[in-house]
């Protein structure tokens, strides 16, 4: 049954009021390319939903339950009880809050978990910021100077952000393919220094990684520093070896490590806000930048620290990993699995090639995207429905991520709607599997 803004409990907006010319300037605008995105966050039940209530990967909106296939906590952590009841002790310890900021003191799980994250990560050390975004907004503008960005066209809008933070400070800032490493090149031979060249790691649209065998040695021959923003590999994807419990290797060191790179000119950005379900982010670099960055980065200088129960589940997060990480990844990946098979039995089709747990399909016609998105959540599937201009427009459609908490069951109630979706939304049709080797 078609559910509206009034059965969910959400009030309809109110009437527009009489605002000042100063709020006009301001409401009167035309809002681009990004009308379509703000027309469905206005009206459609599945974007800007207040969830009620959860059990498990269950969530309801108002009196209308669905499967959360929108969930960014792949681990499951935010479920696990170890985590959870570990928490009010740290809140014994410390409050609520610390509310310095990191310039004038720090908590001592801050020093426990950057020296924790060093090792797990293979890195020299690792600096604590709150959010990605802090981390994109300031770092990148820190590294380069006046000196020249080059932005993957494709990478995350924060990057970009990050990059009209450069050019808003003297720096140049370019865009570049993946697909198109001689053109980037080429700018690199002229580029003014530093140089630093932003792409995602595990990609949160494609669930794929970066040609980082191509991509380091360009960098290395340029002097140029290749900054890596694994926001969703961290936690998942890890060193590869004979012992690991799935093809995403083992102790979910990320992209760098699964791909068998190294920190040679590279820095490595992660948060804990996906696997680790913790509002904390870390850049992975030398200790001589660190202290660097804790000068010139604003947030280790302006802003409020992560609370402290932030501060608890990415720490005790980090030992679970350790004791038990393997055996969740190990369900991850089987899930994954599942899905995937599940998928090209129904002659579906993904831009997934990598087997991480982020699957986007595409529609044949990006016009459905609303009536999709409409059609799952009827039929109890909460997944993210992907617009123009967050994708182009040839990869509108819907993406799933898969997380541990999820259970076979829900992963067979989600192909069956997906059957009955593509029968009725042309979707893009399967080619092949997966390269998990």
Not at 1 to 30: K, Y
Not at 81 to 96: F, H, K, Q, S
Not at 160 to 179: K, Q
Not at 399 to 423: K, M, S
Request: one cysteine or more.
């Amino acid at each position: 049954m078609s559910q509206t803004f009034e059965t969910l409990g959400r009030p309809l907006p109110p009437a527009p009021s009489a605002f000042s010319p100063a709020w006009r300037h301001v409401l009167d605008r035309p809002l681009g390319i990004r009308a379509e995105l703000d027309r469905m966050r206005r009206h459609a039940p599945f974007y800007d939903a207040t969830v009620d209530e959860i059990d498990g990967r269950r969530i309801r909106i108002g009196d209308h339950w669905l499967i959360d296939f929108a969930s960014c906590n792949y681990l499951g952590l935010d479920l696990d009880r170890e985590i959870i009841e570990a928490v009010p002790a740290y809140l014994d310890l410390w409050g609520t809050h610390p509310s310095w900021s990191r310039l004038i003191a720090s908590p001592r799980p801050y020093d426990d978990i950057e020296r924790t994250l060093a090792e797990l990560l293979g890195a020299e050390d690792a600096l604590l910021l709150p959010t990605i975004t802090h981390i994109q907004h300031s770092v990148l503008p820190a590294l380069v100077g006046r000196g020249a960005l080059f932005v993957e066209l494709h990478a995350h809008q924060t990057a970009h952000d990050g990059g009209a933070m450069v050019a808003s400070r003297g720096g140049t800032v370019a865009r570049f393919r993946e697909d198109r490493l001689d053109r980037l090149e080429r700018l690199l031979r002229t580029a003014p220094h530093p140089r630093v060249i932003c792409v995602d790691g595990v990609h949160s649209m494609t669930g794929n990684g970066p040609p980082l065998d191509e991509l380091l040695p360009l960098a290395r021959a340029h002097d140029a520093l290749l900054y890596v923003d694994d926001a969703h590999g961290f936690g998942v994807v890890g060193e590869r070896g004979p012992d690991e419990s799935s093809p995403y290797g083992s102790r979910g060191n990320g992209i760098v490590r699964h791909l068998g790179a190294g920190y040679d000119n590279l820095v490595l950005v992660g948060g804990f806000s996906k696997a680790y379900s913790s509002l904390l982010a870390f850049v992975a670099c030398p200790t001589e930048v660190k202290e660097y960055l804790k000068s010139t980065a604003a947030p280790y200088i302006f802003s409020g620290p992560s609370p402290v129960a932030s501060l608890a589940t990415g720490l005790v997060g980090l030992r679970v990993n350790e004791r038990r990480g393997e055996a969740l990844r190990a369900r991850l990946y089987r899930l994954t699995s599942r899905f995937l098979d599940g998928l090209r039995g129904l002659g579906l089709g993904t831009l997934n090639t990598s087997g991480f747990p982020i699957v986007e399909i595409p529609l044949l016609d990006a016009d459905n995207a609303d009536p999709l998105g409409r059609f799952l959540y009827e039929r109890g599937v909460f997944a993210s429905v992907v617009p123009f201009p967050v994708v182009p427009r040839d990869q509108v459609g819907v993406r799933v991520q898969i997380t541990a908490a999820n259970t076979d069951d829900e992963i067979d109630h989600l192909l069956a709607v997906l059957a009955e979706a593509g029968a009725r939304f042309p979707l893009v049709a399967a080619t092949g599997g997966p390269d998990l080797g």
